[in-house]
């Protein structure tokens, strides 16, 4: 079974520049989160979706961010304008509701975004 | 904020010895999940106690889980140099379907 994909692995850009990430979960989890490492810190929810509706999205940091699930499937979360304090990892992860409890939440390998 | 507590923040040993961290957390849960994060790279799920467990293990790894006080403790056994990463604890929290994550304990294992 494939994991969770996320593209790119690293992404450096510009201040004021845009950068769109992408999410593919594991193929059937109708859950897929968003979450964010910045600068060695905490892991920080940003949000979350039951397939095609976002369920949560109470950690995202302002309107510079968006996130889209078209269809259920994947997602991307867009950053624009990018500052530079939104640099860090970017994690997704998915999940099927009804077995949360027996195998908790497979992460992707994260996207590195370095905003210069 | 319901961001959990972890300590210690680092911890330093030499292989071979067990390594011991700690969690608290501030809600009511389902779960309790232990991540491991190399330097640079993805999540690694580690293992996952439900709230009605006190103790699990797996590997060299194990967990116990007291929501009484609402904490947790991973022990490694055994640490080996790969063993070097940071490690979290995530709770998931009642109602929500979400991970809250702890602070991270950064472990070095020197060979």
């Known amino acids: 079974e494939a994991g969770v994909t996320q593209f790119p692995s690293h992404s450096v850009i510009e201040k004021g520049q845009t950068v769109t990430l992408r999410c593919d979960p594991i193929s059937g989890h109708d859950n897929l989160y968003w979450y964010r490492r910045v600068m060695g810190k905490e892991i920080k929810f940003l949000l979350h979706?039951?397939?095609?509706?976002?369920?949560?999205e109470s950690g995202m940091p302002n309107n510079r961010f968006l996130a889209e699930r078209t269809g259920g499937t994947y997602s991307t979360l867009k950053v624009q304008p990018a500052e530079l304090e939104d640099s860090g990892v970017y994690f997704c992860a998915s999940s099927q509701r009804d077995t949360i409890n027996l195998y908790g939440y497979t992460f992707g390998s994260g996207t590195r975004l370095t905003v210069v | 904020s319901q961001q959990g507590e972890e300590d210690p923040q680092a911890l330093s040993i030499q292989e071979g010895e067990n390594a011991t961290m700690n969690c608290s957390y501030k809600t009511s849960i389902n779960n309790l999940q232990w991540y491991r994060q190399n330097s640079g790279r993805g999540l690694v799920h580690l293992i996952l106690?439900?709230?009605?467990?006190r103790e699990k293990h797996s590997g060299r790894l194990r967990v116990t889980l007291d929501t009484s006080k609402k904490s947790s403790s991973l022990l490694i056994t055994a640490s080996r140099a790969a063993d070097t990463a940071s490690y979290f604890c995530a709770t998931d929290a009642i109602p929500t379907d979400k991970l809250i994550f702890g602070t991270g304990t950064r472990l070095q294992v020197f060979p």
């Open positions: 106690i439900r709230s009605n467990e």
């Open positions: 979706f039951v397939k095609e509706s976002k369920q949560d």
